[in-house]
Every structure is written in C-alpha cells, then in structure tokens.
C-alpha cells in the first residue's frame, strides 16, 4: 500500500501506501512452481516504463478504462495516505515539479528549477504563466502558497512532515514564490514533486474546506467528475488545462477491481484497456497475447511488517507502550525477522521477479549502501531460542491485520508458514484496504502488513513513517538517534554523505525492528495494444496526460 503513497505505505495501509498505500502481489498457491521465475523474467524482466504513440495513428476522443487495486481513501492531496489515490490525483492535480523517466526531478506547474540561496535555507521559484485551475482560475503564486499553507497547518495533515523546517512561504510577486526555511532541507524539490506539490484550486478550497477530497479542483489533463465508493472514478478532459491540445481522450474511469486474476480476466476481456499492479503469475499468464504489453518498473518502495510499539491514540497524538511481547521488546520483533526467508518468499509466491528488502533504501538509488542492503540473518533455530531466553512462550500468538486480496493473502500465509518454525503462531486478519489504513492510523492494530509506493529520495522512505514526529509515524516508534540521524541527513547536500548517514539509520531501524522489511515489487502494468502514450516510472504512477486509443 504509496504506505500508504502512505501511495504513496499498496504498502503503497501505503504508498501505497500507503498503497493504495497497499501495493502487495501475489496470487495463486504459495509455493509455484520453478518455472514461473524464468516465464515472468522473459516476460517482464527489462524496464519498460513508456507505451510510445509515436508512429502508431491514434484517436481523438474515446474513454480509457483502467483498473485500480485498491479503493481509494480521499482524493485530497493533504491528507491521502494512498496509492490508489495518487494515482487518480496524479491525473488532475498536476504537481510543482515531477519525476521523469530517469529519475530526475523536472518542472511542471513550476516554470524552472528553483534558486537555493547559498545557505540552503530559501527556495525561490516562479510559476508557469496562462495556467488556470479545472474552475477556470488562475494558477498563481498566492494559489501555490495557500496549498502549502494547507499541507502545514490542517489538522491531520500527512504531508506536514513531508515539507520538512518551512518556516514561511510567500508570495514576491504575482509568479513568484519563496520558501523559506528555519534549516537546509536537500528533499525539498523532491518532496514538491509529490502530494505536497500539487497545487489546489483556492476557490475550491475556500469553498470546500475539508471536504475538498470529495470534488478535487486542480491543474490537469482531466478534471474529477464522479465517485461511486469502492467501485469506480471517472475523470474528464478539462478543456481549461494549458496543454489541452495534446490530451487525446475525452474520459478515463478506473475500475476498483482488488483481485489481481479479476484485472487479468477484465483486460484479456476488453472490458478494461489497462491493468495495474500485475502478479508475476498474471503476467505469464498473458505474455502470449500479442494484444497485450506489459510495462516493467521496479519500485523505489518497499513491502513490510509494521509493528504496532505505542500507537494507542492515532497518529500525532501521545501515546503510550502498548504492553505486548513484541510491542516492549525488541528480541521478540528481531526473532520475527530472523524467522522470514526472504529470498525463498520472493521466489516461491513471487518466481524471483521481485527482490529482498532489508531496508527503507532501494538499491537502485544513489542512497544505498552495504548497511541499507543487510538484513538481520535468516535463522528460525535462534530465533525460537531468543523468544524462549525472553521468557515468551512458544508458539506466540501474533494478529496481522491485511487488505483482503487474494494477493496479499498469499504473501501472509507464506509467511504464516515460515514464522511457525521460528515460534510464531501468525493469526490472519483480513479486512477491507480503507479499513486496514484506516485501523493503521487510528492505532488499532498489532501488526500490519503494507506497503509504500516509494520515492527516489530515501528520506521520503523513512522520516515520514520513523521519525519520531512522522505525520505517518502509524507504530509509535521513536528513537532519538534515529531523529537526529536524519535531520542531520536532511540538511546535508553531498548525496554520498546522506547515504552513509541512511546506512546508519538502517543499522538502527535494524536493531529495533519496528518495521520488518520483506520485498520490493515490480510495477507490472498490462496495457491493450488499442492505448499508446502511457507510463509508469519507479513511484508506481501510471500518467496518463498524453494516453491516447489507437484507431484500428
């Protein structure tokens, strides 16, 4: 689930998720057999992030239909916590600065890259000019600071932490903004080219207040037009967007469809033109269809255990240490590591095309390391003996709350199985994705097992969910160390020294193991040979502002 993008922890309660904040894969029996690894690797092994248009003679107009994993939480870029919201969001509510295909940070509603005072404490940007809002206002620098106004200061804000030291935010002129900051913050214009970027409406806000997630007002191809919960979303072209010329398609609606076989059979059947979040085992199951493609994106995200320590009164607010075995000791949440295979769990539910995480790191960043890269040792024998040395008896009774798909049931019950050996009595508990992430937050849980979606920058990995003043800091987790670590990290420019002092933190993380890191997925996008113009990069996002219907 982004954690929810936390969509981003479809970890992804992600990112996704906050995936949604969940963003989990997997379906079919536990254990496949050896060789899925190799079918899934040829059919999606390589990076395929874009369906090009060029060439291919397309059509103006037309609905694309697409699935959605998970159903949405709010569709307001403040206080989502989900994948499956950002990718919605992500279509019309375009952000100050994006992602592109390589992984660089580029401008959007921004006109350029900002100007960073020699200190690194002020951000001066201006404002792409001839931009007007889906309710025909106009974009301008007292509409960029009023939303980032909102991400600081509204109560239950998730993007609070995601704005790191602001201290002011101001207009100079009627296109220009200037950020300033009480410390350097080397995230920030990554962080702008996420939810806390995207710019909304001020005439919606002053209109909608809170409720500004029920009819979303922003700068994109498409504009909000309805919601039928945990069924559907359907945007429409918005004739006011400042490159309405290239948007080819008059409508897109998206499909909540949670079982991963269910997506499959939608698009082998025409009634979807694209599926998101693809198995390994969907994806073999259609590499023969010549009317298909399957994009290919590995993740910057992570798949994991979140353990529940001293969220007793929901997410920003004092709590408590929950007087549980796993909750006050730490060997008892290293015993529930060292119990994991991971590298069996990837290739027996997986066939090998996903890859072990150890941390909030991916490795195909510039931020990782031999420390982002180790996890504690595979040793179920000990584990047991450390459970039985802390004077827990055996077998331990642990309740994990899960999104109820097929697929990431699978995933638990694979490690339901291998959590016996070590000592571990896994207790299954299903419920709705809306509801896991909405538990997540309000602290009502023990473990979880999520998912986020994931950033290029590892700060936006970790400080979110383990400082120790994270807006989705959902497992109580503090660690002063670890706070001082990473705002050290923060305020550092020299990439190789953030990502010595990210190894640190792992080693940390590593030895309170509030969080067990398990996989990182592949993104794994079906699309119908009738749609050209798409993609989808490491954050999981699938764009949509060029995506045209190719005329047969």
């Known amino acids: 689930m982004a954690r929810w993008n936390r969509a981003k922890r479809t970890l992804t309660a992600m990112s996704a998720a906050l995936a949604s904040l969940f963003c989990m894969a997997g379906c079919g029996t536990a254990v496949q057999n050896n060789s899925l690894g190799a079918q899934a690797s040829q059919a999606a092994g390589n990076d395929v992030l874009t369906i090009p248009a060029d060439g291919k003679k397309i059509q103006e107009g037309g609905t694309l239909t697409l699935t959605l994993s998970s159903d949405p939480d709010k569709l307001d870029p403040t206080t989502t916590s989900s994948l499956a919201s950002t990718q919605v969001l992500n279509n019309i509510c375009q952000p100050l600065y994006t992602v592109d295909a390589s992984g660089s940070t580029v401008p959007l509603l921004a006109a350029a890259e900002p100007k960073i005072s020699e200190d690194g404490k002020t951000y001066t940007f201006a404002v792409k000019q001839g931009v007007k809002f889906a309710d025909g206002t106009d974009l301008n620098a007292d509409a960029v600071v009023k939303t980032l106004e909102r991400n600081l200061n509204l109560q239950g804000s998730a993007r609070k932490s995601d704005l790191g030291p602001i201290s002011q935010v101001k207009a100079l002129d009627e296109s220009t903004v200037e950020i300033d900051l009480s410390e350097p913050y080397a995230p920030l214009v990554s962080t702008l080219a996420g939810r806390a970027g995207m710019i909304m409406s001020p005439k919606a806000l002053d ?57 499959t059979q939608n698009l082998k059947s025409g009634d979807v033109q694209l599926a998101d979040n693809l198995t390994p085992q969907d994806v073999v199951s259609v590499k023969d269809d010549d009317s298909l493609t399957v994009m290919s994106a590995p993740s910057y995200g992570y798949q994991a255990l979140e353990i529940n320590i001293a969220n007793t009164a929901g997410v920003g607010k004092p709590g408590s240490q929950i007087d549980t075995p796993i909750a006050k000791q730490k060997v008892v949440r290293q015993a529930l590591a060292m119990s994991i295979d991971r590298d069996q769990l990837v290739e027996s539910v997986f066939g090998g095309l996903y890859s072990s995480a150890c941390s909030f790191v991916s490795d195909s960043t510039p931020f990782a390391s031999e420390s982002s890269k180790t996890c504690l040792p595979h040793d179920p024998a000990k584990a047991k003996q450390m459970l039985e040395d802390a004077g827990v008896t055996t077998p331990y009774t642990v309740k994990v709350s899960v999104a109820n798909s097929p697929a990431q049931l699978q995933v638990m019950q694979a490690i339901q199985s291998q959590a016996k050996e070590g000592g571990f009595d896994i207790q299954i508990e299903p419920a709705e994705s809306t509801t896991v992430l909405s538990n997540l937050n309000a602290g009502k849980y023990d473990v979880t097992q999520l998912g986020w979606s994931g950033s290029l920058d590892a700060d936006q990995n970790v400080s979110l969910f383990l400082q120790s003043n994270g807006s989705m800091n959902f497992n109580g987790y503090a660690n002063r160390q670890v706070d001082q670590l990473l705002d050290q990290a923060k305020t550092t420019a020299d990439t190789s020294k953030r990502a010595e002092l990210y190894g640190q933190v792992a080693d940390l993380i590593r030895e309170d193991s509030p969080i067990i890191y398990l996989y990182r997925m592949r993104y794994l996008t079906a699309v119908s040979s009738q749609v050209a113009g798409v993609s989808v990069y490491g954050d999981g996002i699938i764009r949509l502002a060029n995506a045209a219907l190719v005329e047969r």
């Open 207 to 263: 209109e909608s207040g809170d409720d500004f997630g029920t009819a979303p007002v922003c700068v994109g191809p498409f504009k909000f037009d309805s919601r039928v919960s945990s069924t559907s979303v359907t945007l429409v072209k918005d004739p006011n967007y400042y490159d309405a010329a290239n948007v080819h398609l008059d409508k897109v609606v998206y499909k909540v469809i949670t079982d991963s076989a269910i997506r």
